[in-house]
């Protein structure tokens, strides 16, 4: 076959000597042909045969792509992650395919000519929460963005997915932004910075205190948007937020549970991390802000009081207080999941006191 083609090239070149031994290198599999699923040409659709087979290390320090035949004066690139236990996630590969489907746009999915003139204390408290917001989306990409050019090219789905990470995030940045001017208030108090989340060694100290921690947290607060969102616009901005935040989270919980499952040694390494950012939120009591900032947690209360009387903010705390203890419990859940569930006796003692009893 390659014979043929070698000669069929040199009659069409008028005979000019060519080098085509590119032609004789071998491939991972010929003949191999992939087809369109009921959901299109997806990347699991591709890992099929040997092209699905992912090693659990690798000596490829190159930039070449799993299933790509080698070559002697390829460019060494000596930063990547030569394990799979350093980034694999089983669930990249439909979490990529779910963020490049689900892409949203801030400028036209969100309805901004009805947006309402809400009065002065709600509007700022909204400030204020999405100038938070658009500090943890910022850091939110560039944490990621800071460790993806250490994925192998054998692990070329993560790098992928940590891709859709970085504008998804992108995104809700410049949407918490726009609402942050889009009445008139503007961006208020800066938050309290990346809690030493780009200080991370590795993806798997980033998969514990981002995902399973700050992303999880962050989830539940989107999620529970309803409570304090004033207007159908805010509601739309939380939901589809909370949708791009959940892909974020699972990746992470997938990350951890290989990581667990497959180098067990590195359980109390882990824990330590844990620790760090736990005591980083300084969650606990209905005064505390989300992430210890108790000007994004007063806003909270506003919002979800209706204003700032004094029976206002009582029902407002009390609100908050039933986030506090949602994102506690779902970051229980993602514990267990991952197979950390020895977390509930190490807990910060504040965070837990927001836990409900172990389930049977």
Not at 34 to 46: C, F, M, S
Not at 118 to 131: F, G, H, I, K, V
Not at 206 to 230: D, K
Not at 270 to 284: K, V, W
Request: aromatic share 6%; with cysteine; glycine share 10%.
């Amino acid at each position: 076959m390659q014979s043929k083609i070698l000669e069929e090239l040199r009659k069409e070149s008028g005979g000019e000597d060519l080098d085509l031994s590119w032609l004789d290198a071998p491939a991972a599999e010929r003949g191999l042909r992939v087809a369109p699923a009921k959901r299109g040409l997806t990347l699991e659709d591709i890992s099929t045969s040997s092209y699905g087979d992912i090693p659990a290390g690798t000596r490829n320090q190159s930039g070449r792509m799993r299933g790509a035949a080698p070559r002697s004066d390829a460019q060494n690139m000596s930063s990547h992650w030569n394990t799979k236990a350093a980034s694999w996630s089983e669930s990249a590969m439909l979490l990529y395919e779910e963020a490049v489907q689900r892409q949203w746009s801030s400028a036209t999915d969100i309805p901004w000519a009805e947006l309402p003139e809400l009065p002065d204390e709600l509007e700022l408290a909204m400030s204020q929460l999405c100038t938070f917001l658009t500090q943890v989306e910022f850091i939110a990409g560039d944490v990621p963005g800071k460790y993806a050019p250490n994925i192998s090219g054998e692990y070329f789905e993560i790098g992928l997915f940590l891709a859709s990470q970085i504008m998804d995030e992108a995104r809700h940045l410049d949407v918490f932004r726009k609402r942050a001017l889009a009445n008139g208030i503007g961006l208020l108090q800066a938050g309290p910075g990346a809690l030493g989340l780009l200080l991370a060694q590795d993806l798997t100290e980033v998969a514990s205190t981002l995902h399973l921690v700050g992303e999880g947290f962050v989830q539940s607060m989107f999620r529970m948007g309803e409570m304090f969102a004033q207007s159908e616009v805010d509601k739309r901005m939380f939901r589809l937020s909370a949708q791009d935040e959940s892909r974020h989270v699972a990746f992470g919980v997938m990350h951890m549970k290989y990581v667990i499952e497959t180098q067990p040694e590195r359980r109390d390494e882990i824990h330590t991390y844990l620790d760090r950012m736990e005591g980083n939120l300084g969650i606990g009591s209905t005064q505390a802000g989300l992430t210890g900032g108790g000007d994004t947690g007063e806003a909270l209360a506003i919002l979800l009081g209706g204003g700032t009387t004094e029976p206002q903010l009582r029902e407002g705390y009390m609100k908050l207080l039933s986030i506090r203890k949602r994102q506690v419990n779902e970051y229980m859940h993602r514990l267990e999941v991952v197979g950390l569930g020895d977390r509930r006796q190490r807990m910060n003692p504040m965070m837990a006191m927001l836990l409900d009893p172990p389930r049977n």
